[in-house]
């Protein structure tokens, strides 16, 4: 029969080694410089270990779930709330096709109030939005699948995926409006 090492477990937030490390825990000027814990930075500026408190040695409570005040914000962290909110963003979507669906069941009268109603600046304005949030999660959701293959997980190409799924958002979402301009669709 096998012991359980309990007194030995680490708590994740403890972690020293993987895709996290060096980056939440790593100094502001480490960060900026592109450096993580262990790379080009001096033992005086290295973190110190978050497992015991510094003046009476004793462990410290698991941290809770920060603040956005807290955290520095980068184009990742822009990206991953964009990303959930593009996706809240397309069920209110679903919820417009929904009605469109049942508006042309209804027949043509009703059918002619939506089509007046998304054709407002109001509606368009929306539509607009749906555009942006449709490619933006598109891309992004492609960015993901990428990582889920252990590619792109280092911050430089993060980073650059980040900036590269926003330039398709808008720039495909900028040729469909033209598209729909130039056929007479809006």
């Not at 012991?3 to 900026?32: C, M, N, Q, Y």
């Not at 015991?52 to 409570?61: D, V």
């Not at 998304?118 to 960015?143: C, D, E, Q, Y």
Request: aromatic share 8%; with cysteine.
């Amino acid at each position: 029969m096998r012991r359980r090492r309990a007194d030995r477990a680490i708590a994740p937030w403890l972690h020293t080694e993987g895709i996290g490390s060096g980056f939440v825990d790593t100094l502001r000027a480490a960060l900026k410089s592109g450096a993580t814990s262990g790379q080009g930075t001096s033992d005086a500026d290295q973190m110190t270990d978050a497992s015991q408190n510094a003046k009476t040695g004793t462990p410290r409570e698991p941290p809770l779930s920060p603040h956005l005040q807290v955290w520095r914000w980068h184009v990742t962290m822009a990206t991953s709330i964009l990303h959930r909110a593009t996706g809240c963003a397309l069920y209110v979507g679903g919820l417009i096709v929904a009605a469109w669906a049942v508006a042309l069941a209804q027949g043509p009268e009703c059918y002619a109030q939506f089509k007046g109603l998304l054709g407002s600046w109001p509606g368009k304005v929306v539509m607009l939005g749906l555009t942006v949030s449709f490619f933006f999660h598109l891309a992004n959701g492609i960015r993901h699948l990428v990582w889920d293959t252990g590619r792109g997980l280092d911050l430089k190409s993060a980073n650059a995926s980040a900036v590269m799924a926003l330039a398709f958002s808008v720039a495909a979402t900028l040729a469909i409006w033209w598209i729909a301009g130039m056929t007479g669709a809006l």
